[in-house]
């Protein structure tokens, strides 16, 4: 269960899920999120507690109800529903009082949407009993170790020293923090550092850090990967009852640094009203909000000097006041959390109220008796009628897009007239995508995401409009246009950590603006040759899988099915037609087999080709004595490789490799090791004999400064022994694409099987220590680590911001771009970056100003480049040196007379179709172009694009 969960959490932190019971009490928006996580998250049981009944506030942020379950008790309606989200997860109603013989039997207590007395009481009970209890509130708009996988690096000094220093090799930074803990592995000389305990370090720089007292120990040789160690740490926490009186806060947003603090006492007085009055306060009622004012200032006047405030924002308590009966679904996500907090958290989204202080009547904010009420008592029924009528496009039916669409659905965004949400993804629902993507059930497995996920919310609001498509969204689709010209909220997940971007026209930079740091890569030599970690090797047999299975078999293809494969390829750069076509004789004569026997021989070969006789003839050109530049070759990040030799512990790859290049020639396989084994006796492996001549190279900057040259001859001789088409009219190879069959809940189809052998046997050459499949998948298939609660967080805050930009927001300031990270706990909210500002002449412009040529003229002619030309230069005073569309040349001063000559007269759709080589497509109705000018000096000038 929770396949993408597996790669956040630890082995450990996952039995610890799957052997605990948890109670959440108050099936309200806010408890059902908080139970809809933890049911995904795979533990053992989860107990629904509630004592009410639903009423229309509660549809407005509570998935799981419907019009028909008004009147009905949550936790028991909710129940049936939940547990279709998780079959291995035991699902119960209670109904019954939280006494200390039923709270005994839990691990983990949340408490949602309860009073602050009963608070205290089922916390007295969790304290005796050493249970966990989380306490989680939402207010309308307010509501109540880091997780990274340890750090390595190779170290090249080791100092003997009191304490000793550690330097790593320069090729990156090691990353790691003073107080971390770190062990080492594979020292030579310093042996004593093999077996210490982990050890604190203090970092003196991007590549040093100290350790102990190391003065004592053995000289330093070689050697030495050091990995940072995850130590427990034991955290202590008050109980409810101290903690409320002495609360420590977690800051969320510096430019808040003191709300948390008003919010405390606040949300205590709110307690108290509530208990005083059996309701909250009524929506935007001036006589309730002052009672509220009042009781804050009384509770206050109580506290402790820790939280005392010496004056009391009153205008807060009264907005807590004015929404304190509402409930948003997006503020439920945010709270669905359950990482420890040291040890309160407030959360607020103010801005999402009108910028502008407007004394709205109450009447605006009375309940309708529908889904929306909750959210009404926060608004107003104005801003709810301009969510019905938005026209949204949703990119992705994912994990982030599911929970988006079922936010929209519950906020009712786009579910009047004229009103719509657009949802496109390309992808199949797959088993893995269950645990998180709750719209999703088993029955859906295969089924297209967009139209699935479109289906599903109708279940959570009838009236919803939701279009689903397949398309893909790339700039020929003109994505980078409607970065420009639209609002867009972007939101990502990684693990336990997430992010919501917002771009606003005219008010802040778009989203092409700035962009993620490249992945790191690894050098093409040391994929090769010179392996030194597992994700090298992981990456090496990625590589082996696409070269081995996939290539050769589109080139094949290729050569058989297109008549100027010749002509094309000799026109290929460097050694790449030479490649080309060895690959095709090897899979048309030299290797093609007949038999399963015949895929059996060629596997093995396959083997002893790669794990023995490549290594040896890399030792034969660098022995292991070598001397490179005064120094041992084989030393830093350079590991000496052993060739292997072939044992019974090494069928694996055989049986994997024999059955992936059997389907590649459409032959059946066989899974019968006993058989294989049986082949194998009777196989003759070649003797290793060394190469001269052969160069490897030892680093990309000499493998880039060689040039390579073609063998003209031996291009000559592979074309006249491949056989011609013509004789293998009907043959066809059957490429196998690893991305795209990939399912990790399939192990049959041989694609991890080979992946991990063919890994961790390279490890093996280069004595790395042996990944466990559990790592294989993360690296090899590219996982990206998720689990629900970071994506529920996240989704909430981008449907935070879309509130702000329905109503039309116009402050750079009333915007939010967040980070968090559940794990530490992090958060981290800041104001969008402003656009950078230009100038030319005495024109000021950002990117989102653009000039607006209207291409077809009076006379309903197009406009030609000479007109064109001649426009800018009258309307804008700008001579232009320069005209590009995309990567296309369309004018230059320095063009030869002839060519500029004719391309002046030409209308520039004409001309931007002639020198790009393509038609444009019919619904392209705009141009968009990129053009140099000079000013008067004959300086250059930035301008906007046309």
């Known amino acids: 269960a929770c396949p993408d969960q597996r790669y956040v959490l630890d082995h450990e932190a996952m039995k610890y899920l799957q052997t605990s019971s948890v109670l959440v009490s108050g099936l309200q928006g806010l408890g059902v999120e908080i139970a809809k996580n933890i049911i995904l998250c795979g533990v053992k049981a989860v107990t629904l507690h509630d004592q009410g009944n639903a009423q229309w506030a509660d549809i407005s942020s509570q998935i799981h109800l419907r019009e028909e379950d008004i009147g009905k008790n949550r936790a028991e309606v909710s129940q049936s529903r939940l547990t279709e989200l998780n079959s291995y997860v035991r699902v119960l109603a209670y109904i019954g009082p939280l006494v200390e013989d039923f709270l005994s039997d839990f691990q983990v207590v949340g408490l949602t949407s309860t009073p602050l007395k009963s608070q205290l009481q089922v916390g007295e009970i969790c304290h005796s009993h050493g249970i966990k209890l989380v306490v989680a509130d939402t207010r309308g708009i307010f509501g109540d170790s880091n997780g990274e996988q340890p750090l390595s690096a190779m170290v090249s000094l080791i100092t003997k020293d009191s304490p000793g220093v550690v330097t790593c090799l320069d090729e990156a930074w090691h990353g790691f923090e003073s107080s971390d803990f770190v062990s080492f592995r594979e020292v030579q000389g310093m042996s004593e550092l093999n077996d210490i305990h982990p050890i604190e370090i203090k970092v003196l720089g991007p590549y040093t850090f100290s350790i102990c007292d190391t003065s004592s120990f053995s000289d330093y040789i070689l050697g030495v990967i050091v990995i940072q160690v995850k130590v427990s740490k034991k955290i202590s926490f008050k109980y409810l009852l101290a903690s409320l009186a002495e609360p420590d806060f977690v800051i969320t947003d510096y430019a808040k640094y003191s709300r948390p603090a008003h919010l405390h006492i606040g949300f205590q007085a709110l307690h108290q009203f509530c208990t005083q009055h059996s309701r909250p306060p009524r929506p935007h009622n001036k ?556 024109q000021e412009w950002t990117l989102w100003y653009c000039f607006d040529v209207q291409g077809i003229q009076p006379n309903d002619k197009e406009m030609t480049l000479k007109q064109f030309l001649a426009y800018l230069k009258t309307e804008h005073k700008l001579e232009i040196t320069m005209l590009s569309q995309g990567v296309s040349m369309l004018y230059s001063l320095f063009m030869p007379a002839t060519k500029l000559k004719e391309r002046l007269d030409q209308p520039m759709t004409e001309l931007v179709s002639c020198v790009s080589k393509r038609k444009l497509s019919r619904h392209v109705w705009t141009l968009v172009l990129e053009m140099c000018s000079s000013d008067e000096s004959g300086e250059d000038i930035e301008l906007p694009y046309v």
């Not at 607020?348 to 008592?377: I, R, S, T, W």
């Not at 023995?612 to 022995?623: D, E, K, V």
Request: net charge negative; hydrophobic share 40%; with cysteine.
């Open 287 to 842: 006589e309730d909000a002052a009672e509220l004012v009042t009781l804050a200032q009384a509770v206050n006047a109580q506290a402790l000097p820790a939280v005392k405030q010496g004056s009391l924002d009153e205008d807060l308590i009264q907005k807590l006041a004015y929404v304190a009966a509402g409930d948003l679904a997006p503020i439920n996500a945010c709270s669905g959390k359950f990482m420890p907090i040291t040890q309160w958290l407030y959360f607020d989204a103010l801005e999402c109220l009108p910028e502008e202080k407007v004394d709205f009547m109450e009447d605006q904010y009375l309940p309708h008796q529908n889904g929306y009420d909750g959210q009404v008592a926060v608004f107003g029924s104005d801003l709810q009628e301009k969510l019905a009528k938005q026209k949204y496009f949703l990119v992705g039916a994912g994990a982030i897009g599911y929970e988006l669409l079922k936010n929209f659905a519950m906020i009712g965004l786009g579910c009047g007239e004229g009103g719509e949400i657009t949802v496109t993804d390309m992808d199949t629902i797959k088993k893995s995508n269950l645990n998180r993507q709750f719209l999703f059930r088993p029955w859906d497995v295969s089924k297209f995401k967009s139209d699935t996920a479109a289906a599903a919310v109708h279940q959570i609001n009838p009236h919803v409009r939701v279009r689903s498509h397949q398309n893909n969204v790339d700039p020929e689709t003109e994505c980078l246009y409607m970065d420009s010209h639209c609002p867009l909220l972007e939101s990502g997940t990684l693990g336990t950590k997430g992010s919501v971007q917002v771009v606003i026209p005219l008010l802040t930079e778009s989203y092409s603006s700035s962009q993620d740091s490249p992945e790191k890569s690894i050098p093409i030599c040391t994929l090769k040759s010179f392996h030194n970690a597992t994700e090298h090797t992981l990456q090496w047999a990625r590589d082996e899988f696409e070269s081995l299975f996939k290539q050769p078999t589109e080139n094949v293809n290729q050569y058989l099915t297109n008549p100027k494969f010749m002509e094309q390829t000799l026109r290929l750069a460097g050694t790449q037609p030479l490649e080309l076509l060895e690959n095709v004789q090897r899979r048309l004569v030299l290797q093609r087999p007949e038999t399963w026997a015949d895929c059996v021989t060629w596997a093995c070969r396959q083997w002893h080709t790669q794990y023995s006789h490549n290594i040896q003839q890399l030792l034969h050109n660098f022995p292991p004595d070598q001397v490179y530049s005064g120094a041992p070759f084989w030393s830093g990040p350079k590991r000496c490789p052993r060739p292997l030799n072939f044992d019974a512990l090494h069928l694996d790859y055989v049986m994997a490799a024999a059955n992936l290049f059997a389907q590649t020639y459409g032959l059946i396989g066989s899974l019968e090791r006993a058989a294989m084994v049986t082949l194998l006796q009777f196989m003759q492996v070649l003797k290793f004999i060394p190469k001269s001549g052969v160069k490897i190279h030892i680093s990309d900057q000499e493998l880039q400064s060689i040039g390579a040259s073609v063998d003209d001859g031996r291009l000559e001789e592979l074309k006249s022994m491949l056989p011609s088409p013509d004789k293998l009219a009907g043959f066809k190879m059957y490429p196998i694409d690893f991305e795209k069959v990939l399912d990790w809940d399939d192990d049959s189809n041989f694609h991890m099987d080979f992946i991990m052998a063919a890994s961790n046997l390279r490890a093996e050459n280069y004595d790395i220590p042996p990944a466990d499949r559990h790592k294989v998948v993360l690296i090899a298939g590219k996982i990206i680590p998720a689990i629900a609660t970071t994506t529920a967080a996240i989704v909430g805050l981008a449907c935070l911001e879309l509130y702000k930009v329905v109503q039309g927001h116009g402050k750079l300031q009333s915007y939010k771009n967040s980070f968090i990270n559940l794990a530490m706990p992090f958060f981290s909210f800041s104001e969008p970056l402003a656009p950078p500002h230009h100038q030319y002449y005495n």
